[in-house]
T-cell receptor, first 115, second 113 residues
Framework: EAQVTQNPRYLITVTGKKLTVTCSQN?????MSWYRQDPGLGLRQIYY???????DKGDVPEGYKVSRKEKRNFPLILESPSPNQTSLYFC??????????????FGEGSRLTVL | AQTVTQSQPEMSVQEAETVTLSCTYD???????LFWYKQPPSRQMILVIR??????QNATENRFSVNFQKAAKSFSLKISDSQLGDAAMYFC??????????FGAGTQVVVTP
């Protein structure tokens, strides 16, 4: 089954404790991206990757890191989480064909709470 | 910078009726793509419809259709014959060829029997 898998789905942590949210897709997609969803703000792009070893900042990259060592995986790292990073996070992927023309496949979301 | 604006926080519609959700965007690009995504209470993001900017013809997917006005930078979604299962948050989204995808704040659609 084609899917984007995020883990963990729910996490409560404390300020300053490093955490990683994993994202894996089994569709051989070149493009992967992370978003955070906050009430009244919609989804905002954190980072995206057009292919292995190629990553770029989205609109809200501060406080986050990513890496793309393998095509299927795109982990989101919070080195020192703060309460303002409490949010719902989505990973998504798609094929690239002269731009982002394909359907964007989303993971089921990861609810992160930073105390 | 591109921005996507959805000016309607919530829209209510009766079953079998039609509702139109508005979306405007700002860009200096000529080549871009527009989307409408649906997010039901399950939180799953579901692609509803996609429009390529170079295509003049409005996209249609069953009961969902768009009114794409490139000069006005407007991209509205019409839901015809509304069903209870259409109740969800709807997001308008824009992307250019470089991978930066931007979403609007969303419109909550409430369907009443």
């Amino acid at each position: 089954e084609a899917q984007v898998t995020q883990n963990p789905r729910y996490l409560i942590t404390v300020t300053g404790k490093k955490l990683t949210v994993t994202c894996s897709q089994n569709m051989n997609h070149e493009y992967m991206s992370w978003y955070r969803q906050d009430p009244g703000l919609g989804l905002r792009q954190i980072y995206y990757s057009m292919n292995v070893e190629v990553t770029d900042k989205g609109d809200v990259p501060e406080g986050y890191k990513v890496s793309r060592k393998e095509k299927r995986n795109f982990p989101l790292i919070l080195e020192s989480p703060s309460p303002n990073q409490t949010s719902l996070y989505f990973c998504a992927s798609s094929f690239i064909s002269s731009g982002i023309t394909g359907e964007l496949f989303f993971g089921e979301g990861s609810r992160l709470t930073v105390l | 910078a591109q921005t996507v604006t959805q000016s309607q926080p919530e829209m209510s519609v009766q079953e079998a009726e039609t509702v139109t959700l508005s979306c405007t965007y700002d860009t200096s690009e000529s080549d871009y793509y527009l989307f409408w995504y649906k997010q039901p209470p399950s939180r799953q993001m579901i692609l509803v419809i996609r429009q390529e900017a170079y295509k003049q013809q409005n996209a249609t997917e069953n009961r969902f259709s768009v009114n794409f006005q490139k000069a006005a930078k407007s991209f509205s979604l019409k839901i015809s014959d509304s069903q209870l299962g259409d109740a969800a948050m709807y997001f308008c989204a824009y992307t250019d060829s470089w991978g930066k995808l931007q979403f609007g704040a969303g419109t909550q659609v409430v369907v009443t029997p």
